[in-house]
DNA sequence: CTCCGAGGGGAAAGCGCTTTCCATTCGCCG
DNA sequence: CGGCGAATGGAAAGCGCTTTCCCCTCGGAG
């Protein structure tokens, strides 16, 4: 097996012409079933691959996606990922995994990669609302699909939740149970959808008749485990403990968690803790934890069949923006009731 | 801006010849200051953007890699993407992330795609043993980089930790603690990894001067959540059950916890639990979990770095497997002293 | 003023593939 | 048996880039 195959070598060895094993290829419907064996056979014994690059220069484009998000080891966007990489090889394309980390001068290096490789199109969770790199990208005619991010952007497809209704859900939960102190944990200002989940969660503080001022919102650097510990650290250290504490997804429910049942401090008798995600380990954690759900698979799986299809039509008939909603899942980490004691022989969980 | 700027529109714009762009471009040290700048100048005004495929159809590979893992849904292997996308990103190369997801027939899809791609190598934890398609790969000019595989095969690079080793330190502390009818849980049978630690642990078991066969093994179909949560109520519905479970994955650790803490049932007091990865997630959990923790960004990035590198002369000097150590983190899931008591009415510490 | 060498121009080849345009060769129908 | 259409051959262009070769043009050193 040398080192290059080429189409031409397999013409050669099976006796046809070089259009011949590319209609093989490409339009297999037009060649006679005889010569295409025989071509297949010859690929076979060379060991043909055939160069995606080759192909692309002449198509213009790549038959792979970009994916870029904001945190690799967030299961919510290995979920969408999953999605994302199911629609993918449906179809035959590869997909180039991102991760932004949150940065923007990272986001701007990938983008920039993408656009070299020619990819078909990005699928992106946007670090801020700076969307211009992204329209550029458009008009280089590499299509975009914003996950995850709650536009008013008519211009620029987009697959998102609800992310208002989410925050509504969960504070309307809380305040049903009972709790009267909640603390919005969010993280860094410029998150979207930490600001949508915190404005639901106000309205709904407001549909209740309570002052939405009343939900404190508490931003910490990360959205995640560690962002959590150090909020709960904080919440712990004041005076006036919160009696709930609503987390702008479940990595920060599960810092604030560890960080409150490591002090001795019991959830969700004397602080309720709910999330957003709801990540297969939110179900696993010290305390099972209250979250909000999210169709991740399905997200990823819708965009990347949107930048797929690519904008054929899309100004038209097809649909630019899609919103999946928001459900509650509700865990014992905000039962207003007692959990019921387990003991093995004494010790309470 | 035009759909599509080439290196000849800029030379035309920054009144230059072609050649020259492309020296800008790739020798920049061998032109002017001023005509560089001026053709800097062009190519910003024009939004020129390289074309990666034309680039690699002359160079003949990608500046990409490949990384197909066996679930991207498992924390242990988006470190170790993290890891790898780091150090790829450091040299300007893509990562395609591949997920496998224990399927045969999709790590062979994913490779014919990279392979397709030209990608620079490939970096991935085999499905089972089977090294021939990768050998394939190797003949083709793609450089290989087994992650996570203990291999005694002598001609494939490799990154791996010594599973052994991290099987043995589990059994070893759980003896230490006085454990004494301990179940290790697998995964699937071909899954090598798991193989190797229980192996380990064995060794562990002869050291102490126990019967190695004292060991029971469970195999559960899916090295996951899922899985594990199989395993722990296959293990509830005992008559006699197990004092310790020693699980080859913190995914299925958090399983096992999940049903056995749902079941009332005390761990460590009842049943001690330990797990293998020490995900984020492990101290986390309902009971913070003992594991065996694993370098995991750093496997990625050397492993990245092995196939950047390409095979230069690693016949000779390179090192071709790297196998890095694991450490034991005791948490409570596995402590033989009684827990301190936490309780809301009267938390102590 | 001459000469040299570096910077740059211009042209060309070629990476592997797709696609198009004829020209050719069949097998088969009328 | 003439002719028709389907299946193929053969040739060629061109996607955008890198690289090489050779020639030209200066500015500065001698």
Do not use: W
């Amino acid at each position: 097996m040398r080192p290059s195959v080429s189409i031409r070598d397999v013409a050669a060895h099976a006796k046809v012409s070089l259009g011949t094993v590319s209609n093989v290829l490409n339009r297999p419907e037009m060649v006679t079933a005889a010569t295409r064996a025989r071509v297949l056979a010859a690929i076979d014994e060379l060991g043909f691959v055939r160069n995606e690059s080759a192909r692309q220069l002449r198509s213009g484009m790549a038959r792979a996606i970009g994916l870029v998000v904001l945190d690799v080891g967030n299961p919510f966007f290995t979920d969408v990922a999953r999605g994302v990489e199911q629609a993918a090889s449906e179809v035959g394309h590869a997909v180039i995994l991102c991760n932004s980390d949150q940065s923007t001068e990272r986001q701007r290096r990938h983008l920039d990669l993408l656009a070299e490789q020619r990819v078909h199109g990005v699928l992106i969770t946007p670090v801020d609302g700076t969307l211009t790199p992204l329209r550029q990208l458009e008009q280089r005619g590499i299509s975009v699909v914003l996950v995850d991010h709650p536009t008013t952007a008519a211009d620029i497809c987009s697959v998102a939740v609800d992310d208002r209704a989410g925050g509504a859900l969960a504070a309307t939960h809380l305040l049903a149970e009972g709790y009267e102190r909640i603390v919005m944990v969010t993280g860094p200002p410029g998150v979207h959808q930490a600001r949508e989940r915190l404005r639901g969660a106000r309205e709904a503080f407001r549909r209740a008749g309570r002052d939405p001022a009343g939900l404190e919102e508490l931003p910490v650097p990360s959205l995640n485990v560690a962002g959590g510990l150090r909020a709960g650290e904080q919440l712990l250290a004041r005076r006036a403990r919160p009696d709930a504490v609503f987390c702008a997804n479940d990595l920060l429910a599960l810092g604030v968690l560890q960080a409150v049942v490591r002090a001795g401090v019991a959830v969700p008798e004397e602080m309720a803790i709910a999330g957003y995600d709801d990540i297969e380990f939110a179900a696993a954690a010290a305390v099972p934890l209250t979250s909000v759900r999210q169709p991740r698979q399905l997200i990823g799986r819708t965009a990347a069949e949107m930048v797929i299809a690519g904008r054929e039509g899309s100004d038209g008939n097809g649909r630019r923006h899609v919103v999946f909603t928001p459900e509650l899942v509700v865990r014992e980490s905000s039962r207003r009731l007692r959990r019921p004691i387990r003991r093995p022989a004494g010790p309470p969980m």
